[in-house]
Nanobody, 123 residues
Framework: QVQLVESGGGLAQAGGSLRLSCAASGGTVSNFAMGWFRQAPGKEREFVAAIGRGGGATYYADSVEGRSTMSRDNAKNTVYLQMNSLKPEDTAVYYC????????????????WGQGTQVNVSS
């Protein structure tokens, strides 16, 4: 009954910024651990960021730490991933995921998934 819809992807120049959004329905994001994952062409899905339930802590992959910020807006039932200083290697389809338990960095532990939003970083 939980549906996740990502948005905010697109084409950006290296060094630019994007803010990805994940809007939830059928559930309340504050009751879930939420994660962002990405998959580049020909590569396996990898962890990007996650946030724990309620006022939980945030976690980031080494590849994006210092450049990315994950946040939650309970009033909008939405989570965000702000990505700055984009690099060509950030090019991937970005997926939002949710689970009703402790926060995880392993995508196999997430049950609900969005359809993904494409991020392309040139140069």
């Amino acid at each position: 009954q939980v549906q996740l819809v990502e948005s905010g992807g697109g084409l950006a120049q290296a060094g630019g910024s994007l803010r990805l959004s994940c809007a939830a329905s059928g559930g309340t994001v504050s009751n879930f651990a939420m994660g962002w994952f990405r998959q580049a062409p020909g590569k396996e899905r990898e962890f990007v960021a996650a946030i724990g339930r309620g006022g939980g802590a945030t976690y980031y992959a080494d590849s994006v730490e210092g450049r990315s910020t994950m946040s939650r807006d309970n009033a909008k039932n939405t989570v965000y991933l702000q990505m700055n200083s984009l690099k060509p290697e950030d090019t991937a389809v970005y997926y939002c995921a949710a689970r009703d338990g402790v926060v995880q960095t392993d995508g196999e532990r997430y049950y609900y998934w969005g359809q993904g939003t494409q991020v392309n970083v040139s140069s």
